[in-house]
Structures are given as C-alpha cells and as structure tokens.
Antibody, heavy 122, light 110 residues
Framework: EVQLVQSGAEVKKPGESLKISCKGS????????IAWVRQMPGKGLEWMGI????????RYSPSFQGQVTISADKSITTAYLQWSSLKASDTAMYYC???????????????WGQGTLVTVSS | QTVLTQPPSVSAAPGQKVTISCSGS????????VSWYQQLPGTAPKLLIY???KRPSGIPDRFSGSKSGTSATLGITGLQTGDEADYYC???????????FGGGTKLTVL
C-alpha cells in the first residue's frame, strides 16, 4: 500500500527555522517525484515545488522560489520542506503528494500525505 | 490570483447532476492534461480524474471529466450528501514551468 506520512503539527515564532518531512512507503521512492502543496486557512491549493528523490532534481514555482527549500534523502525514503526564517504568512497546511514528471512537464498527484499544519505566531 | 478559474460554489439536489468548470489558457489547459481533486472537510485532497477524463481505480463512474480547448469540466451525477466537498482542477503551466490549481469550487448537496 502506497503511503505518504507527514510529520506532526508545528507551532513556531516569526524568524525561526523549520523543516517538515514526508516519508514514502509501499512503492519505489526513487521512481516518483514528491511535490509540496500549500493550503492557507480557508483558501485553495498552491503548487510550491517538486523533487525527484533519485537525483534530487528540484523545480520550484516562481511564487515560492527562494522562499523555501525542498530536499530528499532517498536512503530513508523521506522528502523535506524547510524554511530558514518563518513569517506569519507561512501559517498554513502543507501537503506532500506523489507525482511523475517528464523533462518538461509534471503530471497529476495520485497519493497525498495527511498534511502538516504549520502555525507561525509571536 | 489563481491561474485557473473555477466558480466559487455550485449546488444541486440529491440524485441530480452538477458540472464544475475550470478555465485556463493555451499555456496550461490548452496544451496539458487536466486532473481533478476532491477535498472533503478536514481531509487531504484525493485524485478523482487524471489525464482529462480517466478515473483512478475505486472512483465511481458518477464522476467524469472532459476538456475542450482551454477549459475543462468535472461532472458528477447521482449526487449524494457525501459528495459535499471542495473540488479543484489542476494542470501544468508551460509558461510558469510549474503546476497550477484552480481556486476551488465548494459543492453543496441541498
């Protein structure tokens, strides 16, 4: 059974750093891409970026480039999303999702993690 | 502002049919596959339709997808109260070199 299990909810202060995780199981982790999707409170889905754990090839949405870092450790089948300096506006639910990309195009998300709620407040 | 445009809400009675539209441009829907996701309250999104009109295993044939030009449509027949959810379209945008989603449509089954 394919599963993406995310780390637990976080409460942080503005300016702090954070790294959340997404552990894949039940499939070949290095064969598929893992994306991160943001959902701010009461709002829609936003595509942040995507990584290929096989070689760490990473693509970012222009809206999130430079704001976050996506990484992966294929030895422990885990992808990460990290911030160096959180802002209150980073408060949101963050989902990881499995996908597949060609050299020029990424496809649909067939499996999703349960979400990690990040709250940034002073 | 979102790249793909969806109506904020739709509603219909149990047993009826509803359609949800998703409008884009040649850089996204016009030249790439569309997928649809259902997000029940308090849960993660779930894939409903991929490659414009294909259903993953386990998705009932009450759900269907179509695409024409720069627009796509999700259809749901035989509405059930359990279908009340937010629905999102998604695709790739070749100009942005990134994935994009619609703003989401809240379905109410009256």
């Amino acid at each position: 059974e394919v599963q993406l299990v995310q780390s637990g909810a976080e409460v942080k202060k503005p300016g702090e750093s954070l790294k959340i995780s997404c552990k894949g199981s039940g499939y070949s982790f290095i064969t598929y891409w893992i994306a991160w999707v943001r959902q701010m409170p009461g709002k829609g889905l936003e595509w942040m970026g995507i990584i290929y754990p096989g070689d760490s090839d990473t693509r970012y949405s222009p809206s999130f480039q430079g704001q976050v870092t996506i990484s992966a450790d294929k030895s422990i089948t885990t992808a990460y999303l990290q911030w160096s300096s959180l802002k209150a506006s980073d408060t949101a639910m963050y989902y990881c999702a499995r996908s597949y990309c060609s050299s020029a195009y990424c496809y649909y998300f067939d499996y999703w993690g349960q979400g990690t709620l990040v709250t940034v407040s002073s | 502002q979102t790249v793909l445009t969806q109506p904020p809400s739709v509603s219909a009675a149990p047993g009826q049919k509803v359609t949800i539209s998703c409008s884009g441009s040649s850089s996204n829907i016009g030249n790439n596959y569309v997928s649809w996701y259902q997000q029940l309250p308090g849960t993660a999104p779930k894939l409903l339709i991929y490659d414009n009109n294909k259903r993953p295993s386990g998705i009932p044939d009450r759900f269907s997808g179509s695409k024409s030009g720069t627009s796509a449509t999700l259809g749901i027949t035989g509405l059930q109260t359990g279908d009340e959810a937010d629905y999102y379209c998604g695709t790739w945008d070749s100009s942005l070199s990134a994935g994009v989603f619609g703003g989401g449509t809240k379905l109410t089954v009256l």
